[in-house]
């Protein structure tokens, strides 16, 4: 137990309480206990944590630095006494894993500089809206038929042949449009309809109005300010899953055919990454200090959206001083833990493959689960 903090083991902050340690002990106990499939060692561990911070006198000991950590503070064949060691000249600095409630994450401003598909991407390209509107009106009908008239008098002519391939290149070129370059067209009238709708807005929502932490205003204002940039990015904060009126999602950013789901999150400062199952790791050991339900939210949505490829991140901030770092996580089928750099880095070059197309119907069915 050497290095490892009895709080940072338990999951309880410095100031827990008797019962919250033994609510705390029991439910890691359940995973931790050999027949469970922990290992002797591991379990050994927690029982000294909780033995230590369960009892007053050694709790006391404990946190003025006079217990130390692998000890079981028992003098032998005696009552349990906290084991007294000689103190260093200095005074050791205690450490504090709980959350401090006056910190306030710094604001994170990614470098454009490192962002490849910052540069790549023009941000004034025209919006294309699919699935394509088809084109209705009097005034299409109009002009086919009028080429088709045509038809009869080039087959009387006597050149007929080389009058038929002029009348047939024209219609072979409008029919090709049609068919195989239908973003190409001019916006039919459903399409304009949606823009006067809608108008040029890419944001919905308000992040201060699901919870107002510092993480969910902070990666608010990242989406803002760097994925914007895509021409085709609309931005939601607060979403519903089906048949619920909370909040159940921070953030949401559509583009083209993807969705992104985002959570924000307040944790403690160390390095964090994710297992292939979605098992989140703080500093290598499996992290207790929260949890996300991101997971649940991609299934959902997915279901909801059969035609859209829905992905998540999980967007990570200091709870108190210190910095949080992550790694890539290609294995895992879940979203992975983010820092701000790497959220805007990553997720930017995710949807800058398609970066000017919105889709009309997914846009609709997500916009309408926006927590008013």
């Excluded at 009387?156 to 219609?171: D, N, Y």
């Excluded at 969705?259 to 207790?288: C, I, Q």
């Amino acid at each position: 137990m050497n290095g490892v903090d009895y709080y940072e083991l338990l999951g309880v902050g410095r100031d827990a309480s008797s019962a919250e340690i033994k609510s705390a002990y029991r439910s890691l106990a359940r995973v931790m206990h050999p027949d469970a499939g922990g290992t002797a060692g591991t379990f050994r561990n927690l029982q000294e944590a909780y033995e230590t911070l369960s009892d007053p006198a050694r709790r006391a000991a404990y946190d003025r630095g006079d217990l130390g950590s692998g000890t079981d503070g028992r003098a032998s064949g005696g009552p349990t006494v906290a084991r007294r060691r000689r103190r260093p000249h200095t005074r050791r600095t205690r450490r504090d894993f709980g959350a401090d409630p006056n910190f306030v994450p710094p604001k994170p401003e990614p470098d454009v500089d490192q962002l490849p598909w910052w540069h790549a991407v023009n941000p004034k390209q025209p919006v294309r809206y699919i699935p394509r509107a088809q084109h209705r009106g009097g005034a299409m009908a109009a002009a086919v038929g009028g080429w088709a008239l045509l038809l009869p008098v080039v087959l009387v002519s006597e050149v007929w042949p080389l009058l038929l391939v002029l009348w047939l290149m024209p219609a072979i070129a409008v029919a090709g449009a049609y068919r195989y370059a239908p973003e190409y067209l001019p916006a039919a009238s459903e399409d304009r309809a949606f823009i006067t709708e809608f108008g040029r807005c890419t944001v919905f929502g308000e992040p201060a109005g699901v919870r107002g932490e510092h993480g969910e205003r902070l990666t608010a204002e990242l989406l803002s300010t760097y994925l914007t940039r895509l021409p085709g990015v609309r931005i939601f904060h607060g979403l519903s899953w089906p048949d619920s009126v909370f909040a159940d999602i921070d953030h949401a950013v559509l583009c083209g055919r993807r969705l992104v789901l985002v959570e924000s999150k307040m944790w403690l400062p160390g390095h964090y990454t994710a297992d292939a199952d979605g098992t989140l790791r703080r500093n290598g050991s499996v992290f207790r200090g929260g949890s996300t339900d991101l997971a649940e939210s991609i299934a959902t949505y997915r279901e909801l959206l059969r035609d859209i490829e829905v992905v998540g991140a999980l967007v990570l901030y200091p709870s108190r001083a210190g910095e949080i770092t992550a790694s890539e996580s290609p294995g895992t089928v879940y979203a992975p833990p983010m820092t701000p750099a790497g959220f805007v880095d990553e997720i930017g070059h995710y949807l800058a493959a398609d970066p000017a197309r919105v889709h009309r119907d997914a846009f609709r069915q997500v916009l309408a689960r926006v927590v008013p």
